[in-house]
């Protein structure tokens, strides 16, 4: 348990990994939100077959674990495509954010739906009653509200997403607890090091919910507030 | 008088539930009509049928010369000419009261965002509400809500209003004032048809009181034959419950 040691050996390459880290995590976001937000309006649609893609979409994702998600796009997939192109090769990195994407947008696509429909039926019909086009009573009335409803579910699927990072690590994908395993097969320093990761997540997500609360503030319906 | 609103055979289903079962009716230009009648009798959705807020299953609305069951119709140019106020306000919540009133004529490129912040205050100032412009509608009594809600539809110009139970979501004390702020649009001149439950409204206002009961017109005529000497057994039964 040689704190000072760990602080010494592991801290550069930890913090190498949890740039990683952050990086996927940021990058997946981005891209799960695009993609919740198409999966979303594509559940919302009354076209049958857009429906059914976002359906099954959110089904294979929601009801199968991330490991074994990162498995199939990692190894799995990968085996499948070298029988047509046998120097087909895929890298850790991309292959985690394929997967982590796809996880993220599809609980975006969920979060979205719901906030979308906890809008009152009555600021549809408003906004309608006063010429406005469905698009236009969309982008102006529902969307804002459903985007202010969904906050508070949008910061826990950040908080999740970087957690879930860490599964990648099975994958080979050098982020921090990858690392941190490396780290610790060399030198048995347990301890230190797995309580330093801990640290690093409780410092990053602690900073995302400072940052969601000031953005949930900055939306909210009062004068005071925003003055 | 010139029909404003026409109104031919008008049937309205809920999947098997017919609530609409042939409406005939004209309204004239500057006429105020109430709609009255109890419960599931299918007035807040005769209303909703004159903006096409309810699609009709049967039968011809036309406002304005505009036929709104073609589908070759504009609905939402028609609209702009309809005003509607809802018995919840549904005001935008996350828009000020100025915003909220300036929100159509911005959006839909009536005019600058100068004039119609302008249009909104003097709209606000005719409601009684201009000090308010900057509040959020949160912030706002129920009875004042109703009024920015008057005040947003009129930000078109439309030359005719729906009202759709105005004031039954309002405490008591502040019924009066809704009232009086409708009160001030049938005396300029506006066509209005109301569905609602305050009678002395009704007979004070109306030019025509229309009474509802299971999907179609029981009776109709000047608030003083219908409310005070009704012919039908219903519309009497009805208004010795209410009044």
Redesign the interface.
């Known amino acids: 348990m040689d704190f000072g040691r760990v602080l010494k050996e592991a801290l550069p390459l930890l913090l190498e990994g949890l740039k990683m880290t952050v990086l996927i995590a940021l990058i997946s976001i981005a891209i799960g939100i695009v993609l919740g937000l198409i999966s979303c309006l594509f559940g919302l649609s009354k076209n049958k077959v857009l429906k059914a893609i976002s359906a099954v979409y959110i089904w294979i994702i929601r009801g199968t674990p991330m490991i074994v998600q990162a498995f199939i796009v990692f190894f799995a997939i990968p085996q499948l495509i070298q029988l047509l192109n046998p120097t087909f090769k895929l890298d850790a990195f991309t292959a985690g954010i394929i997967t982590l994407s796809l996880n993220v947008g599809a609980y975006m696509s969920e979060i979205f739906r719901a906030g979308i429909q906890a809008v009152?039926k009555?600021?549809m019909?408003?906004?309608?009653?006063?010429?406005?086009?469905k698009t236009?009573a969309m982008s102006?009335?529902v969307l804002?509200?459903a985007f202010?409803i969904s906050i508070p579910p949008i910061v826990n699927q950040f908080i999740i997403t970087v957690k879930d990072t860490s599964i990648l690590s099975v994958i080979g994908l050098a982020e921090v607890v990858n690392k941190a395993k490396q780290y610790v097969g060399k030198t048995y320093q347990f301890f230190a090091t797995y309580i330093l990761v801990a640290a690093f997540y409780l410092i990053v997500i602690s900073i995302l919910m400072v940052v969601s609360k000031f953005v949930e503030k900055k939306?909210s319906?009062?004068?005071e507030s925003k003055s | 008088m010139k029909a404003k609103v026409k109104v031919r055979g008008l049937k309205k289903s809920f999947g098997e539930n017919e609530v609409l079962k042939g409406i005939d009716i004209d309204i004239g230009e500057g006429e105020v009509v109430c709609v009255i009648g109890p419960s599931g009798s299918g007035k807040s959705t005769f209303l909703r049928c004159l903006n096409q807020l309810e699609e009709i299953t049967d039968g011809q609305v036309i406002v304005d010369d505009f036929d709104i069951t073609d589908k070759k119709t504009n609905i939402n140019k028609v609209r702009e000419n309809i005003g509607m106020v809802f018995q919840h306000f549904n005001l935008f919540p996350h828009k000020t009261v100025r915003e909220n009133v300036m929100l159509a004529p911005v959006t839909l490129k009536k005019c600058s965002k100068q004039e119609a912040a302008e249009k909104a205050d003097s709209l606000l100032k005719r409601v009684g509400l201009l000090d308010k412009g900057d509040a959020y509608p949160d912030e706002l009594s129920g009875g004042q809500k109703q009024r920015v809600a008057i005040a947003r539809s009129l930000a078109m110009d439309p030359d005719i209003m729906l009202f759709d139970e105005p004031t039954s979501a309002l405490d008591p004390e502040m019924v009066g004032e809704v009232l009086d702020t409708m009160k001030e649009l049938a005396a300029a001149g506006m066509t209005m048809v109301v569905v609602t439950h305050e009678m002395g409204f009704a007979r004070e206002v109306s030019d025509r009181v229309v009474f509802m009961d299971g999907g179609y017109i029981i009776e109709q005529g000047a608030p003083k034959d219908v409310i005070n000497n009704p012919q039908e057994e219903r519309t009497k039964d009805f208004l010795s419950k209410v009044l």
């Open positions: 009152d009555g600021q019909e408003a906004a309608r009653s006063l010429g406005l086009s236009q102006k009335i804002p509200q202010k939306f319906y009062e004068s």
